[in-house]
């Protein structure tokens, strides 16, 4: 996915997904050619480099489903981010395809898939790969020396030079309270106010600021959180705005606009599916955006640095508060932190609105928010009995060598239906995962995992990836059992998976042993982090217990020991002395009370210890 985009005095394509795909219509020209450069005008800025900031490889993806190749094309040296629209030159192999002997680029083979009619994937001809927040004008392909040689071409003109960016990272406005933090109202050219008293529902009345047309915007005094200058990085806006029952079936929409996307006058636009519609509730809401690569020059803020400016559509919506958040990145001393992490982007997540478990049990046939996701590519899927002879179930698992030919069937992958756990608008969610899986004997030594997923970094939908810490080996027992994990930030918008799908099921061969894993029942649960379900974990009973701590306290005359519930099969044990213990069985009832194991006693005249024994 790419938008235009305008920044260094040009416009250009900016990547908002994770590839840049480009197709050209005379692919067949390439079919000759061991060697393909490519030229790109690209804008001089961090997604040119690693995470760390450092050189990193440009891969370029070749070829047709199931024949690929992702050479790499080259580096580009850190003089290259200059905040200047460089020409950079990349250079790869056009590999053979192994089915036919043909070039990779330049022919389509007889056991393509997918969208081939540009000789690639996806309707495209070569596609760079992981280049999220790039941003080009140019691409050209030729034959090798076309353009020149990478050497001579990939020479970078100096970075302007900048104060290096403060140690501060949040400003903020509260009218309401009649405090400020290096934040002010701007009032004028399109963006004219008006102050009111006495707005808000009987109990919350506020001072607040209201729009006379369609614009608020908010100067940062001081350049307190850096200059237009500074690198742009993504900004987070937190505000507290009245959702007058006015607005009710009026269409009211509310959020950010535009901002600058550098100190020459490049403007981008938020988008405007993102400003959530007003119901009328008569509440205070308080809701946040993350913008990414927002630079602080502002959109007609005139002295003054600025964040995004703020669209009132159909109304004349108050606020009483708002607080910005630049996320430092690198090796910046804030970097990494998130000073509003408790202003959510979507309120309903802090409420009982959205769902918080889905299950998928085909051996019992049920399908509660999750099902076997579409079968096809490289992540066909069979759904066949398995198991033990006194305990066979319907299961799924990946095809393996018994699915389409050319393809490597390792994956499994399920859809979330119905938005079970919610839209897929919503923040990423933490995600409990509990896998019931059948350990094979035949298959010990194999290993499955949840593996790609998408995930949200700076206001941007990318890929997240867990590590290989997170594969479970068979150790072949012959039962069926279950696989826990948990992940923080997963978005629900799926991979190879629609509508909605949470992250993919990779499984690892051992050796010659095909990981046909049989998989009988899924279940996820959201952990949210607000509201009355914060920190319920639905999949506490799948949880392994790693550590067991006893806990003591008084309740009256009686003593209550307790244990977490999860942790099963306990028995507690009590001794007079340690000197000379002699642990018996405590005669009383477990009873569950708040997720805990609980064991009621009275209080005697002598001393008792416990302990915990399994």
């Not at 109990?203 to 369609?214: E, F, I, L, S, Y």
């Not at 009132?312 to 932190?337: F, K």
């Not at 006194?390 to 992958?413: I, K, S």
Request: one cysteine or more; charged letters at 20%; glycine letters at 12%.
């Amino acid at each position: 996915m790419t938008e235009d985009f305008t920044i260094g005095g040009h416009t250009g394509k900016k990547v908002t997904g994770n590839n840049l795909n480009v197709a050209d219509t005379l692919y067949s020209e390439w079919a000759d050619d061991d060697f393909i450069d490519i030229l790109v005008q690209a804008y001089g800025d961090a997604s040119l480099f690693n995470a760390a900031g450092n050189p990193r490889d440009f891969n370029f993806l070749t070829g047709t489903l199931p024949e690929l190749a992702a050479p790499a094309g080259g580096q580009v040296p850190v003089e290259a981010k200059n905040k200047r629209w460089n020409w950079i030159l990349f250079r790869i192999p056009n590999g053979i395809r192994a089915s036919d002997g043909t070039h990779l680029v330049g022919s389509i083979p007889a056991n393509a898939q997918g969208d081939t009619r540009a000789g690639g994937v996806n309707g495209g001809t070569i596609r760079f790969e992981g280049v999220p927040g790039l941003i080009v004008r140019v691409v050209a392909f030729g034959a090798q020396g076309a353009f020149g040689e990478p050497e001579d071409i990939n020479k970078f003109l100096p970075a302007e030079t900048c104060d290096p960016e403060p140690d501060t990272n949040l400003v903020g406005l509260d009218l309401a309270a009649g405090t400020t933090n290096h934040l002010i109202v701007l009032n004028g050219h399109d963006h004219t106010v008006t102050f009111v008293d006495n707005v808000g529902p009987t109990g919350d009345k506020r001072h607040a600021v209201v729009p006379n047309g369609t614009y608020l915007n908010f100067g940062i005094t001081d350049n307190y959180l850096g200059k237009p200058c500074n690198d742009p990085r993504s900004v987070k806006v937190c505000v507290d705005f009245y959702d007058d029952p006015a607005f009710a079936g009026l269409d009211v929409h509310f959020g950010p606009e535009a901002y600058a996307t550098d100190d020459k006058g490049g403007i981008g636009f938020y988008p405007a599916d993102k400003r959530p519609l007003l119901e009328g509730t008569g509440h205070w809401i308080r809701r946040s955006w993350t913008v990414p690569a927002v630079n602080l020059k502002g959109v007609n803020a005139d002295t003054y640095t600025a964040g995004p400016r703020f669209y009132v559509q159909n109304g004349q919506v108050a606020v009483s508060r708002i607080e910005l958040a630049v996320l430092r990145t690198g090796d910046h001393p804030l970097a990494g932190q998130d000073p509003l992490a408790d202003c959510v982007e979507d309120p309903n997540i802090c409420t009982d609105l959205y769902g918080n478990f889905a299950e998928l049990d085909l051996g019992k046939d049920i399908r509660d928010g999750l099902d076997v996701g579409s079968s096809g590519g490289d992540q066909e899927m069979i759904v066949e009995e398995a198991g033990p002879a006194n305990d066979r179930r319907m299961a799924v698992r990946p095809a393996q060598d018994d699915g389409t030919a050319g393809f490597a069937h390792q994956y499994l992958n399920f859809a979330i239906t119905g938005e079970k756990l919610g839209p897929s608008s919503q923040p990423p969610a933490h995600l409990a995962i509990c896998l019931t899986y059948y350990d094979a004997p035949a298959l010990a030594g194999t290993r499955i995992k949840p593996e790609v997923y998408k995930t949200e970094v700076g206001g941007v939908e990318t890929f997240g990836f867990t590590p290989d810490s997170y594969f479970v080996t068979l150790e072949g027992s012959g039962e069926w059992k279950q696989a826990y994990w948990e992940i923080d930030a997963v978005k629900f918008t799926g991979v190879n998976q629609g509508p909605q799908a949470a992250a993919r099921f990779t499984t690892s061969d051992a050796g010659d042993v095909q990981a046909k894993i049989a998989v009988s029942r899924v279940r996820y649960g959201v952990i949210r982090p607000c509201g009355p379900l914060a920190g319920v974990n639905p999949l506490a009973d799948c949880k392994p217990v790693t550590d067991v701590t006893l806990a003591i306290e008084r309740a009256g005359n009686n003593v209550l020991v307790s244990w977490p519930a999860a942790a099963t099969d306990f028995v507690v044990q009590g001794t007079p002395s340690l000197t000379d213990p002699q642990w018996g069985a405590v005669n009383a009832t477990v009873e569950v009370v708040n997720d805990r194991n609980v064991v009621t006693l009275p209080i005697g005249t002598g001393t008792q210890f416990f302990r915990l024994i399994k």
